[in-house]
């Protein structure tokens, strides 16, 4: 199985606080990912990354930002959390030149209340 | 701009029957990269196939197989002898460049939820 960790595994939190997950991969693999899974949607990507300090949006980017220092970390931040940002979160990470397939990490439920 | 239409959402069958899953894509590039995942209800991403758009040969993996037609833009999956392990979400996705100055990054359709009955 890939190196991939997502922490933390599960977090409730109250609307309009802040609210970091990490993304963390042992594989060196230049491409990393963040996805949201919600019902009747599907896997929409948030924003994604493809090399260190270079990210790019996706879907559904409004409300997060990401930043990724170093290659093994991916970070997803929601600056204010809302409601609407229930959801389970997916890290993914992928070699090659982001062609290839994805590893995904075990996902974090946030809840915000 | 890309896109991966699943229009079945759900789909329910009894043990032993074949069923296709349907997956339809959207992209003006012309190299890119097809895929379908698996979620059983633990909840974990499974990768099952790959494909790029110059192969359109069809594949064949145990009870699985998948038909890819560039000239109808789609990636269709087909389960034979469905079995009560097979209940998952399964999604097809999308790889491809937007742009010329910009990089791979892959869309998901929204999945089908498939129930295999004993």
């Known amino acids: 199985d890939a190196g991939i960790t997502q922490s933390p595994r599960h977090k409730v939190t109250e609307t309009g606080t802040p609210v970091t997950l990490r993304c963390h991969q042992t594989?060196?693999?230049?491409?990393m990912y963040w996805y949201r899974q919600d019902p009747g949607h599907g896997l929409r990507l948030i924003h994604y990354?493809?090399?260190?300090?270079?990210?790019d949006k996706g879907e559904v980017s409004d409300g997060y930002s990401v930043s990724r220092s170093k290659t093994e970390d991916f970070l997803l931040t929601l600056e204010s959390a809302t409601s609407s940002q229930t959801s389970v979160y997916f890290c993914?990470?992928?070699?090659?030149?982001?062609?290839?397939?994805?590893?995904f990490g075990s996902g974090t439920q946030l809840s915000v209340l | 701009a890309q896109k991966v239409t699943q229009a079945q959402t759900e789909i329910s069958v009894v043990e032993k029957e074949d069923v296709t899953l349907d997956c339809v894509y959207e992209?003006?590039?012309?190299?890119?990269?097809l895929f379908w995942y698996k979620q059983p209800p633990s909840g974990e991403l499974v990768f099952l196939i790959r494909r790029n758009s110059f192969d359109e040969q069809n594949e064949i993996s145990g009870r699985y197989s998948w038909n890819f037609q560039k000239s109808t833009s789609s990636f269709n999956f087909t389960i034979t002898a469905s079995q009560v392990v097979d209940s998952a979400v399964y999604f097809c996705a999308l790889s491809a460049l937007e742009r010329m100055d910009s990089s791979y990054k892959l869309i998901f359709g929204s999945g089908t939820r498939l129930l295999v009955r004993p």
């Open positions: 993914a990470i992928s070699g090659g030149d982001g062609d290839e397939k994805l590893f």
């Open positions: 594989e060196n693999h230049r491409y």
């Open positions: 990354s493809y090399g260190v300090k270079d990210t």
């Open positions: 992209t003006r590039d012309t190299t890119y990269y």
